[in-house]
């Protein structure tokens, strides 16, 4: 089946007790058993609960993978697949990681002695000086965030293999509608369900996909002993979300390329980092391992903190507010908000500077977000 069919049905049978065509939400922390042990699937709802299989079926099967394990947060499903390290190993990750990434490595696991090497993994040299005998993983986020670089998934995961190592993307700015890791030769991919998977900013969630049995045993027993599980609610709420996935992807990715049009051609910007921008540096690469641009904009306003301020003070249909992937325009600065966890003189060696705004483009009508922009520059 195709990726709208899957976004609809997959994992979802009417109920098989009422008919009803929606996955109900089961509210419940437990299941009767007939017998001790003798049970229909269900013990304990931290363990398994059925709204949750059917979230997570319907996430494996549009990542094209086998299995899929959905957690409260983004960082929730990070945890657990940092959880399969132990002290003494070394990870190889892109240097423009979202800041909560970057922290959960610098502050969590680095003290749990396992080393990280942050490197630009868009230049493939570096990428394979950074391995080391003691490396177990690689970390990727493509498109990064919020620089968009692209990394190219299928070399630098086959690197990792060569050297025994899992690879992981963080596919949040794509989503699986446009950017599908495992059939690129990646081992996990990884969300931020908070963003477009459930695409109405009323959920925080994580989830990961793989199609590698053992490791998915593995991060399945992480995922239960460790408890991070989504309430039944938000699996609800999720899977209601994954419905409309793919068409809000493709109106996301038309209007991003409209405003990354406008916003290039306007006198007071400086530059616009958009991977479907034909100036985006590595443009063929995400026309290569992309079926499409996505809804995130980076561009540099003239001047410096204080026109970029008036602007995020002037716009008005964009919110200035963290997070992105909803069907609302959300607009934020970077070194201030998403980015600050990350040490300043990294900022600026990765070109975080106070110039820096980021758009989530939306799904409204785009001649009213581009009205808005000609407003808040002029
Ligand atoms: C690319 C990316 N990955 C992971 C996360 C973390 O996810 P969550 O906030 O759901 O824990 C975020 C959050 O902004 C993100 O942007």
């Known amino acids: 089946m195709k990726f709208g069919t899957l976004a609809i049905h997959a994992g979802q049978e009417p109920d098989s007790a009422t008919g009803a065509v929606m996955t109900p939400i089961y509210q419940t922390s437990t299941y009767a058993q007939k017998s001790p042990g003798v049970h229909q699937g269900y013990e304990y709802s931290r363990t398994d609960n059925p709204t949750r299989t059917a979230y997570q079926a319907c996430v494996a099967a549009l990542e094209n993978a086998k299995h899929g394990l959905a957690f409260s947060s983004g960082l929730a499903a990070m945890d657990c697949i940092l959880h399969t390290l132990r002290p003494g190993d070394h ?193 063929a690469l995400a026309r290569k391992q992309m079926s499409g641009f996505g809804g995130m904009i980076t561009f540099f306003i003239k001047g410096g903190l204080s026109e970029a301020r008036t602007f995020l003070e002037k716009v008005e249909i964009f919110t200035l507010a963290e997070s992105l992937g909803g069907v609302e325009s959300l607009i934020e600065h970077p070194a201030i908000m998403t980015h600050a966890s990350i040490p300043a003189e990294t900022r600026k060696q990765l070109g975080i500077h106070d110039n820096l705004i980021r758009i989530s483009t939306g799904i409204e009508d785009v001649s009213d977000l581009l009205a808005d922009l000609k407003q808040a520059l002029g």
């Open 91 to 283: 990870v190889v990750a892109c240097d423009d990681v979202y800041g909560g990434t970057f922290r959960i490595f610098d502050k969590v696991y680095r003290k749990l002695g396992i080393e990280f090497t942050s490197v630009d993994l868009s230049d493939l040299s570096k990428a394979k000086a950074a391995f080391t005998p003691k490396t177990k993983m690689l970390w990727m986020e493509s498109p990064t965030n919020p620089m968009l670089k692209i990394l190219d998934i299928a070399a630098l995961s086959q690197m990792a293999r060569a050297h025994g190592a899992i690879s992981v993307v963080d596919n949040t700015f794509l989503s699986p509608y446009f950017q599908k890791p495992l059939d690129l030769g990646a081992d996990i991919a990884v969300h931020s369900v908070t963003k477009y998977i459930n695409g109405h900013s009323d959920v925080v969630g994580g989830v990961l996909a793989t199609s590698n049995t053992a490791l998915y045993e593995e991060l399945k027993f992480y995922q239960n002993a460790c408890g991070a599980v989504p309430a039944p609610m938000d699996c609800f709420l999720v899977l209601r979300g994954l419905k409309t996935l793919h068409v809000r992807m493709e109106q996301h990715a038309k209007n991003a390329m409209e405003i990354a049009r406008y916003l290039e051609a306007h006198p007071r910007v400086e530059r616009v980092i958009y991977p479907g921008l034909e100036s985006h540096p590595q443009h």
